[in-house]
């Protein structure tokens, strides 16, 4: 043990020029420099079961909910999407994680056309409700 100490206090020593200039480059410097092999590094590494694992279970942390809740979820909704019933396998990605915005408590689980048709509606009831009305006052007229 004393030999390593030894050794590693001689070793920055020889090499202070050297601790010197990496300790002057910034992070902001160090990316940009490595950028291409960083990306393409974080990239392979999400692409495996680790990476895929890890990521999902970042993107449900943001909800409030594990993996086996949204697994729960899932079940509970028959593995269909909660407004318009359409069968995950139907789907390329996962159904999406529908949340109110005030509270962050999770409604359900959304398809994403239905997920995206709540936040365009701001998830205003009165919108959602003028749409009813001029698509029945529509589909009337076509008869």
């Known amino acids: 043990m004393n030999n390593r100490k030894e050794y590693k206090r001689q070793w920055n020593i020889d090499n202070k020029d050297r601790i010197s200039k990496r300790r002057k480059i910034t992070n902001r410097e160090y990316y940009l420099n490595n950028k291409e092999r960083i990306l393409k590094r974080n990239s392979d590494w999400l692409k495996t079961e680790a990476g895929k694992l890890v990521s999902r279970r970042k993107k449900l942390k943001r909800y409030g909910i594990t993996i086996d809740q949204y697994d729960a979820l899932l079940k509970l909704q028959n593995n269909c999407c909660k407004i318009c ?46 749409a009813i009305d001029y698509l029945n006052n529509n589909n009337k007229k076509d008869n």
């Open 85 to 130: 019933s359409t069968h995950e396998s139907e789907f390329n990605k996962r159904l999406a994680v529908d949340h109110c915005h005030t509270t962050g408590k999770v409604r359900g689980l959304l398809c994403m056309a239905c997920n995206i048709l709540l936040g365009k509606a701001k998830d205003n009831i009165n919108i959602l409700n003028n």
